[in-house]
């Protein structure tokens, strides 16, 4: 391969794991968003039914 399809081949490769690391990001959030959803419903975080306060309210 010259040197011009293999910089090709590379920005494609790029542009593929850009995607997957987009779309993993975009899970995570969810999975965080979801979790403070979660957490407002039962009333907050606890341990052993002590509630933790929040740094930032």
Do not use: C, H, W
Not at 20 to 37: A, R
């Amino acid at each position: 391969m010259t040197s011009n399809e293999e910089l090709v081949k590379e920005l494609n490769d790029l542009k593929a794991e850009m995607r997957q690391m987009k779309e993993m990001v975009s899970m995570l959030l969810t999975m965080v968003v979801d979790m403070d959803d979660d957490e407002e419903e039962y009333g907050g975080p606890t341990i052993g039914g002590i509630d933790i306060s929040r740094f930032n309210n």
